[in-house]
């Protein structure tokens, strides 16, 4: 039997995007794998967005059985996937800004205050610098792109 919402003007074939909480609840609840693959592949797309606070204010006082564990399950892989991904572009952007500047690793540490080890942490994605950090590493490699090359 197909989705329907009871009291509401949307209807299931809109976009997820335009659904009204009482929406992804109704999904949570009557849906069928068709509606609960919608809302996963809108949780995967966007982890903290509208829909994914939805689904946290749904589950955190209604708990449709099996779907409960599934969306929580779902949620929390989506959000580590983009953390991942998150990790590895400001890796990216640090070796980018390391490689712009002309400078050896350990030059470059100690120029934004830092030590190789821990440049090296920030390189491999293991650790996230600061933002202000971040902020430096990249005022650095812009100041010395725009000089000629006589840094060390």
Not at 10 to 38: C, F, K, N, Y
Not at 42 to 71: C, F, I, K
Request: some cysteine; proline content about 5%; overall charge positive.
């Amino acid at each position: 039997m197909a989705l329907a919402f009871r009291n509401l003007t949307i209807t299931p074939d809109a976009p997820l995007a335009d659904w009204p909480t009482e929406a992804v609840q109704s999904a949570m609840e009557r849906g069928d794998l068709h509606d609960w693959r919608r809302i996963a592949a809108e949780l995967r797309r966007d982890p903290w967005g509208r829909t994914a606070r939805q689904v946290e204010e749904v589950l955190s006082h209604s708990r449709p059985y099996g779907v409960a564990e599934l969306m929580e399950g779902l949620l929390e892989r989506a959000r580590r996937r983009a953390e991942a991904d998150e990790r590895e572009a400001v890796a990216a952007e640090v070796r980018r800004a390391v490689a712009r500047s002309g400078l050896s690793k350990a030059q470059f540490a100690a120029r934004v205050g830092t030590s190789a080890s821990r440049l090296s942490t920030y390189l491999s994605g293991k650790v996230t610098p600061s933002a202000a950090l971040m902020l430096r590493m990249c005022r650095l490699a812009d100041l010395l792109c725009a000089e000629p090359r006589r840094h060390a």
